[in-house]
């Protein structure tokens, strides 16, 4: 009988610890600083590619080479893509320059044909990161060339609108240029 009283005390003293450390690890969980998305901050593949496709045309399109939208124009349009930290990047590197001084000085339209995304990984902040590449068409009444250009982009959700986070890029270099988009 002693035995059996043993065994049953050591049994539950098992059974104690087993229930002790498996309520620890749900502590551990609940208290970690890594939550679970919320559905609100769940960003579709689909609505970040329309989302990167409107903004991209949007910074990218110069229909008159003799008349591109200035400056301030194209900023204005893209702020409402952008995350209010990556506009204020991208006005203090002048980004929005880029296409109308390219398009100038090759004294040729320019226009987005496609944009994919790759995504890479996602943050437990909500944030996707991905890699893309945007197809661009160079193009006058006499020639037409299509230029790839790929980046990384990091698209967020604020206020429940999506956002680019982050637009980094490796250029694309344009014939009859020194640099490139």
Request: aromatic share 4%; net charge negative; proline share 2%.
């Given at each position: 009988m002693a035995i059996i009283k043993k065994i049953l005390s050591?049994?539950?003293?098992?059974v104690l610890f087993?229930?002790?450390v498996a309520c620890n690890k749900d502590v551990i969980k609940e208290n970690?600083?890594?939550?679970?998305?919320?559905?609100?901050n769940v960003v579709k593949v689909e609505e970040a590619e329309k989302l990167f496709n409107n903004y991209s045309k949007e910074l990218y399109t110069i229909k008159d080479p003799s008349n591109p939208p200035t400056y301030d124009e194209i900023a204005e349009k893209i702020k409402v893509y952008?995350?209010?930290?990556?506009?204020?990047?991208?006005?203090t590197n002048r980004k929005f320059q880029i296409p109308e001084l390219v398009s100038?000085?090759?004294?040729?339209s320019i226009e987005v044909q496609d944009v994919k995304?790759?995504?890479?990984?996602?943050?437990g902040d909500g944030k996707i990161d991905y890699l893309y590449t945007t197809t661009f068409k160079v193009y006058d009444e006499n020639s037409s060339k299509i230029y790839e250009k790929e980046g990384e982009l990091t698209i967020s959700t604020t206020n429940n609108?999506?956002?680019?986070?982050?637009?980094?890029?490796?250029?694309?270099?344009?014939?009859?240029?020194?640099?490139?988009?």
């Open positions: 050591l049994l539950f003293l098992v087993i229930s002790a970690s600083e890594e939550k679970p998305l919320k559905e609100e952008l995350t209010e930290e990556q506009y204020n990047a991208e006005i100038k000085q090759i004294n040729k995304l790759e995504e890479q990984s996602k943050n609108e999506l956002k680019i986070d982050r637009d980094w890029s490796r250029g694309v270099k344009i014939d009859g240029l020194d640099g490139g988009l």
